[in-house]
């Protein structure tokens, strides 16, 4: 296939609003892509390389050769330079890939350029988030979605499934199965203002477990191999020497754990969450913060995949293999009052607030399923930073106003629902300053500088309201600041449907 038939159904995705009508566009397209450059297609389309990364960013594609006439470039060929590109390394490798990527765009046409350029810097934004490639695989290789989304939880690369798919259809993507030292990506919990409400939209009985402001993790254990990984899937085994002992020390030697590390103080008492993550992160040098581990959900234990069992067999799961020092607190009730209870306890012991699961939930990986609702003592969400305005008096000379935007998973943007400089301390100015700076985006109008939306920030909240200011027809009360979520993607911020809810 050419290169020029994604260039044009990327445009095309782009230009349709309609969620619809992008998968139409996407599903045509991978109708009739081969077998050896599907998972090609399918990663280029969704804005990623199947390198990662190779090493090129804006300042390397400044300078480009003329475009061809005519598209000649298959994507087997692009994607052979991208990997010559990655393989540069050592003395002479700088000049060397400059050569490459001038050879990778004289081989392209105008549009193909312009393709390649957003898809190289990451601003292939057209709205074909995975849930939308989802759709659009399963139009195209006549399956579920719901089996493209089981196997996505089990692979964890989208263009990898899509490929199967497309070449084997239902049984390709049933090989697929949880292996220890490859992590899934993470259920996540919706949100609800009460225990109360969440008990009452569960309808029964359910468990209540704290909260931690920790990093989440997944711990996987064959043999006396351990790896760790984060909550957006980074390998952080060496960073955290006192998970892999806990592992280490467990009977059982074949598992995979979720759970949470976090750093307590002598009395037991959580660390703010800045120490967590700043230990965590550490990859060299002295470790003085010792990490805690609590584990809340076993997805395979003794080589046996738990994913689909309910949320009660799991953690029975879970008790049998691991003392109970190590399991987060849970309390299981039916009763509005014990959980309020429950919940106002760990508010007092210093935590986030609580989780409330029902037990028949099975472990819906990478998604926010209706069986877990978190509940906080106040209103918070994840937003991501769209803009920031220079700020004056005081912060002159610094990045001060936020820009904040919820997610809209239906078109692939971001809805502004508001601005705050509320709760920034002259330590998070500096830092946000020098973060935005990278990840300007465009022209600025002197005053305000539109920034690329990777930035999540937890902002609290004191409701939310109509409004006609914003484009998403609402806006936040009192916003304020009270962290940045450098182990969260913007993928993952909460989304304008959430926000929708909460309005009276």
């Not at 991501?384 to 997610?407: I, Q, T």
Request: net charge negative; charged share 25%; glycine share 10%.
């Amino acid at each position: 296939m050419l290169l020029i038939d994604l260039a044009r159904t990327s445009a095309a995705v782009a230009a349709d609003s309609a969620r619809l009508a992008k998968i139409r566009h996407l599903a045509e397209l991978l109708g009739r892509v081969g077998a050896d450059e599907a998972e090609i297609a399918i990663a280029y389309l969704s804005g990623e390389l199947p390198q990662r990364q190779i090493g090129v960013g804006w300042r390397s594609l400044q300078e480009l050769p003329e475009p061809r006439l005519a598209a000649t470039a298959t994507l087997t060929q692009i994607d052979a330079l991208l990997e010559r590109i990655k393989a540069q390394s050592g003395q002479g490798s700088q000049a060397a890939r400059k050569q490459l990527v001038a050879e990778l765009f004289g081989a392209a046409t105008r549009q193909e350029q312009a393709f390649l350029g957003r898809l190289l810097t990451g601003e292939l934004r057209q709205g074909a988030l995975d849930g939308v490639m989802i759709e659009a695989i399963a139009k195209a290789a006549e399956v579920p979605s719901a089996e493209v989304r089981r196997a996505l939880m089990l692979r964890g690369w989208l263009p990898a499934v899509g490929a199967a798919a497309l070449a084997g259809g239902v049984d390709a993507l049933r090989d697929f199965h949880l292996e220890v030292g490859r992590p899934v990506a993470p259920m996540l919990a919706q949100s609800a203002p009460t225990v109360t409400a969440a008990l009452e939209k569960i309808g029964g009985p359910a468990a209540v477990e704290w909260k931690l402001d920790g990093i989440r993790v997944q711990a996987h254990r064959s043999g006396d191999v351990v790896g760790v990984f984060t909550r957006t899937l980074e390998d952080i085994t060496a960073q955290v020497p006192e998970l892999v002992q806990a592992m280490l020390g467990l009977e059982r030697t074949d598992l995979v754990l979720d759970g949470e590390v976090i750093a307590l103080r002598a009395d037991g008492w959580p660390e703010p969450f800045q120490v967590t993550a700043a230990r965590v992160a550490t990859k060299v040098g002295p470790r003085e913060v010792p990490l805690s581990v609590f584990f809340f959900d076993a997805l395979r234990v003794d080589g046996v995949d738990l994913l689909d069992l309910p949320d009660a067999e799991r953690h029975a799961a879970l008790a049998g293999a691991v003392p109970d020092e190590l399991i987060t607190p849970r309390l299981v009730t039916g009763d509005a009052e014990d959980g309020e209870a429950f919940f106002a306890d760990a508010v007092r012991r210093g935590h986030e607030g609580v989780v409330v699961k029902a037990p028949q939930t099975a472990y819906a990986a990478g998604r926010r399923g209706a069986g877990w609702i978190k509940v906080k003592p106040r209103h918070t969400l994840d937003l991501v930073v769209l803009a920031v305005e220079w700020g004056h008096g005081r912060r002159e000379g610094k990045l001060s106003n936020l820009h904040l935007g919820a997610l809209d998973p239906e078109t692939g943007d971001y809805v502004m629902l508001g601005k705050t400089f509320k709760g920034l301390t002259d330590e998070l100015l500096a830092w946000q300053t020098e973060q935005f700076l990278r990840l300007a985006d465009g022209p600025t109008d002197g005053w305000t500088v539109t920034v690329k939306p990777m930035m999540v920030v937890e902002i609290a909240f004191d409701g939310v309201q109509r409004s006609t200011r914003y484009p998403g027809g609402m806006a936040l009360r009192f916003a304020r600041v009270l962290r940045y979520r450098p182990d969260k993607r913007a993928e993952e911020a909460d989304t304008i449907a959430m926000v929708r809810a909460l309005l009276p």
